[in-house]
């Protein structure tokens, strides 16, 4: 077993170890290899059963398995149907024939197990796992579009109940700690270290010699019941209504096929319940949508976190002391960011008192984390003492990195940064958080426009994962480089764009908002405009939206690209000035499209101002919320804000709220129905019936449909 990624070891007593170490990569995958170790492996234990006493199951990687391999499960396509139902049938006969061995079986997990490595483990009679708050155990196959199909559904629905599995496990893709996954008895013991972690699973082969899994033992039932219970059966009519409602509405296959596979599973026999498993399985890594979320979510993320779009020359620069500029809102949270990872923190506002406040928020924010046992108070108070508050620039002696979140004004953004530039230490990267000023404008305040870098960050700052990184005309490499890394260090995902009015996400944004409005003029009803938005995969409705941001914003926005010189007048722009006349700017004023108080509800003189109208069929309505971001997104690639496919598809699902079912924004065009060419014909009627905003640019048309996608056009 030369090239096997399973180890074999017996010992004295007769304890077989079977260490996952696939020779050829660093982690554990279910690809080709596994497949044909495993089989040797179940073959041999089957012939030699009689020397066996136990089996224990671990691995010589940093994580215990990692699960599937997606690089072939994102090729499958309709007409690989058969060959992924016979390989998926394969792996989990494989896992059966080891838990119905007659030997006992247990898991030592030392590493993360999701996925298919959680699956493996669940084959097993007895699962022990290291007690490290980096092991996570789940199955997140969800969040890509999929379902645990080596028996994942099947054994979790029997070991915990239908109802618990579902909620905590499956239908999320939960990640649990080790002491969260003892509790919900996922697993059976935890070890101080590696150690102890093979002695206690070897300890309870050898204990456990008639071992047998729950439901292979005669008279076992499943906790909560099987759906022919009378007191499950009547609960179970509300399970799919729940889950259209927690998803909004949006038409994610892979949760409903979850809870079908899962139901179903109940209602047979075990190994009839794994055909059923696998069946849907097959259904959803065949289909479009999880090609679209692995694509992005997992390749397109991990080019970008790889560093795709940093400069390759300028070595690793990390961050240890950070001077942030406004202690508002951003620069509160961006604070909060820094300390987090263990940066020193001099936060900076005209007064300290004015600095304590935005500090105060951080309080808060480590406070609810002492609150809710996440950390102890020794670890919030060493937190808290990271940020020194200051109304004093001197203070900032001693900054490698700056961040500048103070009012929306480039004056004032020119007198901050060119203060914090003389108080830091020389080589300072000097990065804003502007959400529209141009970087290279910026750049002109201060005497080292090379070191001037846009860090645009995300509100709430806490929550959001993406930072979108702007190059200015004089930006250098390095700026660029160690702006990317300090995004890195605090754990977010940077995308880089050129310097250009909106930069990529706030332009694109934009023109869903706008869309949104327009949609009201041409007489759509308001909740019909939301619905459009949320049945289409958004997690908001544009009007709401807009409602949040403030309908002053997009108006202010409009006014400065019009003072540039920009003359087009979308219709969507009447729409707010009506608003907005009315008094009616948005949540803060309590008043927008909505009435806000006592309780969100749509504002009755809406109707009268904007009459109702069947003009816009509502199919209509989703395409044009998704092509006007799509569209608008082939232009920043043409003027080249974009120059990554990745950059565009992860920080619009990141930043703004593009549907992640259809893998970004650039995936939707290349994954549209007919493919690019599909696209441009139908962004072409939308054009012809609804305005000029949809036609398709230039680089779709001349690039991408000879090319076969937007992202094949874009890498040539
Ligand atoms: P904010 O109004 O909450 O905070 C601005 C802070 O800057 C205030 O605390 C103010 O006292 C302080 N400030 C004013 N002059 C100062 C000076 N001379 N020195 C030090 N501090 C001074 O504003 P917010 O929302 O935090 O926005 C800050 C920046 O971040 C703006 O450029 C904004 O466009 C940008 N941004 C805002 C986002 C949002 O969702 N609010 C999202 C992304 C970027």
Not at 300 to 305: F, G, K, Q, T, Y
């Amino acid at each position: 077993m030369s090239d096997s990624t399973i180890r074999w070891e017996s010992d004295a007593d007769g304890v077989v170890v079977l260490t996952l170490d696939d020779p050829s990569s660093s982690a554990n995958t279910m690809n080709d290899a596994y497949v044909r170790s495993m089989a040797e492996v179940v073959d041999r234990l089957e012939a030699g059963k009689e020397q066996v006493r136990g089996v224990v199951v671990t691995s010589a990687k940093k994580t215990f398995f990692a699960g599937g391999n997606l690089g072939s499960l994102i090729q499958a396509g309709p007409e690989s149907k058969d060959d992924v139902l016979a390989q998926v049938t394969l792996v989990k006969s494989q896992l059966r024939r080891l838990e119905t061995l007659g030997v006992p079986v247990a898991a030592a997990i030392n590493g993360a197990a999701l996925g298919g490595g959680l699956e493996i483990a669940l084959a097993c009679h007895h699962r022990v796992v290291l007690d490290d708050p980096k092991v996570k155990l789940g199955l997140p196959e969800v969040t890509l579009g999929l379902l645990p199909g080596g028996g994942g559904v099947v054994r979790t629905v029997r070991l915990l109940g239908l109802t618990t599995a579902l909620l905590e496990l499956l239908l999320q893709g939960q990640q649990l700690r080790p002491e969260k996954a003892l509790k919900l008895g996922l697993v059976h013991e935890l070890a101080a270290d590696r150690d102890e972690l093979v002695a206690k699973a070897r300890a309870w082969v050898l204990a456990n010699p008639d071992a047998a899994q729950p439901w292979d033992t005669k008279g076992y039932k499943v906790p909560g019941g099987t759906p022919s219970t009378p007191s499950l059966a009547s609960t179970l009519p509300a399970f799919p209504a729940n889950l259209t409602k927690q998803l909004k509405g949006a038409p994610y296959p892979a949760p409903y096929a979850i809870l079908s596979a899962a139901v179903e599973s109940l209602q047979v026999d075990v190994d009839t319940a794994f055909t059923v498993e696998g069946r849907y399985f097959v259904d959803l890594v065949t289909g479009q949508i999880s090609t679209n979320m692995i694509q992005a979510l997992w390749f397109d993320l991990n080019a970008i976190n790889g560093g795709a779009s940093r400069p390759s020359g300028p070595e690793a620069h990390a961050a240890s002391k950070v001077g942030v500029l406004g202690a508002g809102m951003m620069g509160a949270g961006i604070a909060h960011s820094f300390a987090k990872v263990g940066v020193e923190v001099v936060l900076k506002d005209v007064s300290t008192e004015a600095a304590q406040k935005g500090k105060a928020h951080v309080e808060g924010l480590v406070g609810k984390q002492v609150s809710r046992g996440r950390m102890s108070q020794e670890k919030a108070d060493a937190f808290l003492a990271r940020i020194t508050p200051t109304g004093d620039a001197a203070d900032l002696a001693g900054c490698d990195v700056i961040v500048e979140a103070v009012f929306e004004d480039t004056a004032l953004k020119h007198r901050v940064l060119s203060e914090a530039e003389a108080a830091a230490l020389p080589d300072a990267l000097l990065a804003s958080n502007t959400s529209t000023l141009p970087i290279t404008g910026l750049a002109e305040g201060v005497q080292r426009p090379a070191d001037v870098v846009g860090m645009h960050f995300f509100s709430p700052v806490d929550k959001m994962p993406l930072v979108e990184l702007i190059v200015g005309e004089r930006t250098s490499d390095e700026a660029l480089a160690r702006a990317y890394d300090v995004v890195r260090q605090i754990g977010k995902t940077p995308i880089v764009v050129q310097d250009s009015r909106g930069f990529f996400t706030s332009r694109v944004f934009g023109t869903l908002v706008l869309e949104g409005a327009a949609l009201l003029a041409e007489g759509l009803a308001p909740m019909s405009i939301e619905r459009a938005a949320l049945q289409a995969g958004f997690p908001a409705g544009p009007l709401t939206l807009l409602d949040e941001v403030t309908l002053t914003l997009p108006l202010k926005i409009r006014d400065e690209a019009a003072k540039a010189g920009a003359t087009d007048d979308h219709p969507g722009i009447a729409v707010l000035r009506a608003l907005v006349e009315q008094g009616r700017t948005g949540k803060s004023a309590g008043k927008g499209f909505f009435d806000w108080q006592p309780e969100k509800r749509v504002w009755p003189g809406l109707t009268e101002l904007f009459p109702s109208s069947d003009a816009v069929p509502f199919t209509d309505a989703q395409e044009r919320l998704l092509f006007v971001m799509a569209v608008e997104t082939a232009r920043c690639v043409e003027e080249k804000v974009l120059n990554s496919v990745e950059d565009a598809n992860i920080g619009s699902i990141m930043g703004i709220g593009f549907p992640p079912l259809y893998g970004g924004v650039l995936q939707y065009v290349d994954q549209y129905a007919g493919g690019v060419a599909g696209f441009v014909a139908r962004a072409d009627e939308l054009a012809d019936r609804y305005g000029e905003r949809f036609r398709p640019p230039a680089i779709l048309l001349e690039r991408a449909v000879p090319a076969g996608s937007v992202r094949a056009a874009v890498a040539g």
